[in-house]
Nanobody, 132 residues
Framework: QVQLVESGGGSALPGGSLTLSCAFS???????????MAWFRQAPGKEREAVAQ????????EYADSVRGRCTIGRDNAKNTMYITIDNLKPDDTAMYYC??????????????????????WGQGIQVTVSS
């Protein structure tokens, strides 16, 4: 009923920047603007971790400590799209990145923004590799 598709991944140099996009599509009646949206990532051999989240109307954002200060999450509800830009990339940013949607929006207000089980819709993921 809802599909999330990531784009913009690939290879980048340490110290560079990368922007990922997540496109939302769904049947009529499902409104992107109702969803709290987040980015997660998973590196080989590591657990999936939350990177950033944005509230349904974009007024609240959360960042993981690992990216705070060099990461910006945004959304355009008119275009059903969410973005994330990570600056000053590090090799530790290498991972598969996933966008995820919480259709209730409550994760933006209840302190559980990083809990992956709160997100009911997931993209297939896109690889980001940071290497010199």
């Amino acid at each position: 009923q809802v599909q999330l598709v990531e784009s913009g991944g690939g290879s980048a140099l340490p110290g560079g920047s990368l922007t990922l996009s997540c496109a939302f599509s769904g049947r009529p009646g499902l409104n992107f603007a109702d969803y709290a949206m987040a980015w997660f990532r998973q590196a080989p051999g590591k657990e999936r971790e939350a990177v950033a989240q944005i509230s349904p109307q974009g007024g609240l954002v959360e960042y993981a400590d690992s990216v705070r200060g060099r990461c910006t999450i945004g959304r355009d509800n008119a275009k059903n799209t969410m973005y994330i830009t990570i600056d000053n990339l590090k090799p530790d940013d290498t991972a598969m990145y996933y966008c995820a949607g919480d259709p209730t929006g409550r994760t933006a207000y209840g302190g559980r923004w990083s809990a992956s089980d709160e997100y009911k819709v997931w993209g297939q993921g896109i690889q980001v590799t940071v290497s010199s």
